[in-house]
């Protein structure tokens, strides 16, 4: 089981998109979870734009996030550590296959493959790798999972929470806190699909044995589905978040009609996605096929959609659960938030999980 019991308790969790900004701090004790702060905040638009803090706007941001922080609604922070996401738009995760290598020769050699894989030069990026069991081992080869964010996107967020007061204990792309949430840590897995369904975009990572394999984003998002349902029936923003949450797919035909378009972009990409990495698995392991999809982010909670995308796409399809590695599927206590609720946290609960467990 994921460790969590560690004495880094005076972390918070910052999970910052273009429109929204999620705090959760976990404390946690011998006997398990002993507290859990949370809330969130609509970010003003044009803050941030594609995972960019805008220059003009940073000392904006920083009063923005100085008071959602300590006005938060479930509890109260009194750490200035700070677990921070980095956009998954603007980073890059991916697998490298190396020959066996002795240890001090590892760093080296992935510098030196990174800058094959990386489309910027390594120079203008923070990157961190870590070697994995692979879930296709071979006698002669390792593999590492790296990740790389631009120098510039990170100093910006480093800069504003500093100017909101704050200090970052630890920066992480969003993909890898949601497979921390999302996937459990103590058994390997047959791959499976992570997908969160965002306000902005959509993020796929795909995950198998016990480690993310590939990462990508698409723009189909939460709210092109407000937009389609505002304009086939003439409704406001709110009207139609309610639709969303309250009928869905289930409710009136010209609802389905009306967001059918964006959701089988939808489908048809997750479905090119897996084409890909299918086709980039090794030869002799094309039969461990992706089995499964985790829905998480606020657009999950569609009514309908599971259901929709695994008649599809002919896979089992549920909502992700990221309390699986803090409370254990044998353990009888009540999550402290609903599901539903929760998958909207999924990030900063992988966040906060990291911070925990960070050595």
Same mark, same amino acid.
């Given at each position: 089981?994921? *460790?969590?019991? #560690?004495?880094? *308790?005076?972390?918070?969790?910052? &999970? ?70 980095? %956009? ?12 066996? $290598? ?25 990157? =961190? ?7 296709? %081992?071979?006698? =002669? ?8 964010? %631009?120098?510039?996107?990170?100093? =910006? ?53 016990? #480690? ?9 998002? #939460?709210?092109?589905?407000?937009? $389609? ?27 389905? &009609? ?25 030869? *002799? ?15 999950? *909670? ?9 008649? #599809? ?22 999550? %402290? ?21 960070? =050595?």
């Amino acid at each position: 089981m994921f *460790n969590i019991f #560690s004495p880094h *308790n005076d972390v918070f969790a910052l &999970d910052l998109s273009d429109l929204s900004l999620k705090i959760v701090q976990l404390t946690c004790n011998k006997k398990g979870l002993s507290c859990f702060i949370y809330g969130q905040s609509a970010i003003p638009e044009g803050l941030i734009e594609q995972g960019e803090i805008k220059i003009k706007k940073q000392a904006e941001l920083a009063a923005f996030i100085k008071k959602a922080v300590l006005s938060i609604g479930k509890g109260k922070i009194k750490t200035k550590y700070a677990a921070v996401s980095l %956009p998954e738009e603007k980073s890059f995760v991916d697998v490298l296959r190396l020959p066996k $290598l002795k240890k001090q020769q590892i760093n080296q050699a992935v510098t030196f493959e990174a800058a094959n894989y990386i489309p910027v030069p390594l120079d203008e990026v923070y990157f =961190d790798f870590e070697v994995i069991n692979s879930p296709y %081992p071979t006698n =002669d080869c390792i593999e590492v999972l790296i990740a790389a964010t %631009p120098k510039k996107i990170i100093d =910006d967020y480093i800069l504003v929470l500093g100017l909101a007061g704050f200090k970052p204990f630890l920066m992480e792309v969003e993909s890898l806190s949601l497979a921390r949430a999302l996937v459990r840590q103590d058994i390997n897995h047959h791959p499976l699909l992570i997908v969160d369904f965002g306000q902005l975009h959509s993020s796929f990572a795909i995950f198998a044995g016990s #480690s993310l394999r590939f990462t990508s984003t698409i723009p189909i998002s #939460s709210r092109e589905l407000n937009n $389609l349902l505002m304009k086939e029936l003439n409704i406001d923003i709110k009207k139609a978040e309610e639709i969303k949450q309250t009928e869905g797919l289930w409710g009136e035909r010209k609802i389905l &009609d009306a967001i059918i378009p964006a959701l089988t972009d939808l489908t048809e990409q997750i479905q090119k996605h897996l084409d890909y990495y299918h086709s980039h698995t090794p030869a *002799n392991q094309r039969n461990h096929s992706v089995e499964k999809i985790l829905l998480c982010g606020g657009g999950a *909670n569609l009514k309908g959609l599971a259901g929709f995308l695994a008649n #599809s796409l002919k896979l089992k399809v549920e909502l992700g659960n990221p309390w699986v590695n803090i409370f254990p599927p044998s353990s009888k206590k009540v999550l %402290p938030i609903t599901l539903e609720q929760s998958i909207n946290y999924a990030t900063a609960l992988g966040l906060a999980a990291g911070a925990l467990a960070y =050595d």
